[in-house]
């Protein structure tokens, strides 16, 4: 059996496979990633359709077997297609897309030309392809686990790619994305996200210039679920009106003096080694807080006077439970 995208070429499989068989297949790692996408005819072997036809898995409808490969990465997701006919086309479908640059990393041929056969070079042509041979479905999810060069200069000319993907499937009615960097700051353009479907945004090691958040507030008016690791908050103002959960964790910087958050549909908030250049961000219009988990270390400690402690805890007046660390000392308010 051949894939119709050329992704296993010369690899005939018994189409009557479990599920141990189909996720040592989407395991594979011996194919090349330059070839995923090329046209290649699959073979027709009507002794091979028949026997998959009675196949347990095969025999399911859909949208089951898109509930399968949902749990699978994209790259692993579109190796089932050697599997039939009937599998041929599934990936297609798919709700959820996950591509990460770790499974390109050690993909290139060292008897290519060196510059198109770059990991970078092929993770980009994938996601490219991959986003260009999708059936126009909606999206339930979308996953990207990036790699900028160490050293980068031009964030944003590096950090395009990433943003027209995102753009992308915000077109397809994405509910939830999250996005994760490695090495540099990934640098997020604010008019990317546009979409009255996004409900939950997870952003990790990125740099989030000002306007980011106003556009957040206008762009997407469904969403409820924020989370930020180690990003940099640009932004000395950041209103929500929708947000009912917030996580910032993992060095999260807020660059401006002296910064503001305000919430007013806010259930939950944590806060976890966040950083500031100055002072704690002051916290308004949290009248729907009901817990709140704050740890304050770094540079914090360094910076935070009793008056702004004391003006962030104002903040939390009306939280019901509350978990207070500073340095190594824990205060725990149940109202």
């Not at 399968?68 to 994209?74: A, M």
């Not at 270390?297 to 019901?320: K, M, N, P, W």
Request: glycine share 4%; with cysteine; net charge negative.
């Amino acid at each position: 059996v051949y894939c119709s995208s050329g992704l296993c070429r010369g690899i005939c499989l018994h189409p009557d496979l479990g599920w141990t068989e189909l996720s040592a297949l989407a395991h594979h790692r011996s194919l090349p990633a330059h070839n995923l996408f090329d046209e290649t005819p699959l073979s027709s072997d009507p002794t091979a359709e028949a026997s998959g036809d009675r196949s347990r898995i095969s025999a399911l409808p859909d949208e089951v077997l898109f509930r399968v490969l949902s749990h699978l990465r994209s790259h692993e997701a579109v190796h089932t297609c050697v599997l039939s006919r009937r599998w041929r086309d599934l990936w297609q479908s798919v709700p959820c897309i996950d591509v990460s640059f770790n499974e390109f990393a050690d993909m290139a041929d060292e008897d290519e030309d060196e510059d198109d056969f770059e990991p970078v070079v092929l993770f980009k042509k994938f996601v490219n392809r991959l986003l260009m041979l999708r059936r126009p479905v909606d999206l339930e999810e979308f996953r990207l686990e990036y790699s900028l060069p160490i050293g980068t200069v031009d964030l944003n000319a590096n950090s395009a790619d990433a943003n027209l993907w995102i753009a992308h499937v915000l077109q397809y009615k994405a509910r939830a994305v999250k996005v994760v960097t490695h090495n540099e700051y990934l640098q997020l353009v604010p008019a990317v996200f546009t979409s009255k479907h996004l409900k939950r945004l997870h952003i990790c090691n990125a740099q989030l210039i000002r306007g980011f958040f106003e556009r957040l507030k206008t762009g997407c008016p469904a969403l409820e679920y924020l989370f930020l690791s180690d990003c940099n908050i640009m932004d000395h103002e950041i209103i929500f009106n929708t947000l009912k959960v917030l996580t910032l964790t993992e060095e999260t910087t807020f660059s401006s003096t002296q910064s503001s958050i305000s919430a007013p549909s806010l259930i939950s908030l944590f806060m976890d080694e966040c950083r500031s250049e100055a002072r704690l961000p002051i916290l308004k219009n949290m009248s729907s807080l009901e817990t709140a988990s704050v740890l304050l270390s770094g540079g914090y400690i360094t910076t935070c006077d009793a008056d702004g402690i004391r003006q962030f805890l104002r903040g939390l007046s009306d939280v019901r439970s509350l978990d207070f660390y500073y340095g190594d000392r824990q205060v725990c308010f149940l109202i």
